[in-house]
C-alpha cells in the first residue's frame, strides 16, 4: 500500500531536481534569452534562397558590415547565383581596389576582379584586433552554421540591442552596465563590444523597400545564410531526385519480387 506513494515521491523529488538543475545552469548562462524562432525561406527540405532578399542583404553586408567584417570564403563572381548578372557584378565592385603586386613584384592595389575573394577590411588579424579594443571582428564567411540557434542568433543579435535608458536597475546592477555599454539581449553576458549596427534608413535599398532596422537585419541574415551555404540548393534538389529513385526502385524491386515468387504461393 505505501510502494505508490513511495513511487511518486520519488518522481516528485527527481522532477524538482531537474528544474532545479535547469535553473542552475540558466542562472549561470547570466540569463540569456533564446532568439525568437522566425521562417526563412530557405529552412525544410525544399527550402530556397529568397534571392530579392539576398541581394538586399549584400547591399547590407557591403555598406554596413564590411568596415569590419571580412567574408573571405566568398568571391565576387558567386554573386551570379543570387541572380546578379556578371555585368552587374563588374558594377557593384568597380570602386573596390584589392592589393595585388605590381610588374615590379612591390605590394600595389589594383581593381577587384569578380574571380577575387570578398575584399578584407584589415591587413591582418592583429591590425583587426588593433583598430577594434583588441579583438578582431570574427569573418562572417560560416557564421549562420557556426552559431547555435543559426539564422534566428543572427537576426537576434543584430536587433536585440536595448538602449541604457530601457534598462531595468535590476538588469544594470546585475550585468554591471555602464551608460556607455553596448547591452544586446541575445548576447552571452548581454554587453557586447559591438555598438549597434543597424538602424532605420541605415541603407537606401535599390529596389525601393523599406529599409527598417528589422528588414535589414532579416535581409542580411538571408545573404549571410547564403555566404554560409552557397550550394544547399543544389544539396536538396539532389536529396530529392535521391529519395525518388529510390522509391522507384524499391517499388520495382517489389514488383520483381511479386514475379519471382508468384508460383511459389
Known sequence: MRKPFARKLLVSGAIALAALATGTV???????????ARKWHFQGPFGTY??????????????????????????????TDLGLTENQVKSLIKDITV?????????????????????K??????????????????????IVKAREYGPDYIYGLLTGYVPYDKLTPEQIKEFDVKKDDYFNKYFPGHKIAMAPPLADDKV?????????????AADVTEFLAWASEP?????????VRVILFLLALAGLMYAVKRVVWADKH
Open 26 to 36: 540558466a542562472i549561470a548562462a547570466g540569463g540569456v534569452e533564446h532568439p525568437p
Open 121 to 142: 577590411p584589415f591587413a591582418n588579424e592583429a591590425a583587426a584586433a588593433a583598430a577594434n579594443n583588441g579583438k578582431a571582428p570574427p569573418d562572417l564567411s560560416v
Open 231 to 239: 550550394h544547399m540548393e543544389d544539396r536538396k534538389r539532389t536529396g
Open 99 to 119: 592589393p595585388d603586386l605590381n610588374d615590379e613584384g612591390a605590394p600595389a592595389d589594383r581593381p577587384a576582379r569578380p574571380a577575387d575573394r570578398f575584399k
Open 204 to 216: 537606401t535599398y535599390a529596389d525601393g523597400t523599406k529599409a527598417t532596422t528589422a528588414q535589414e
Open 50 to 79: 529568397d534571392r530579392a532578399a539576398a541581394q538586399r542583404g549584400y547591399q547590407v553586408y557591403q555598406e554596413v558590415c564590411a568596415a569590419c567584417h571580412s567574408l573571405s570564403l566568398v568571391a565576387y563572381r558567386n554573386l
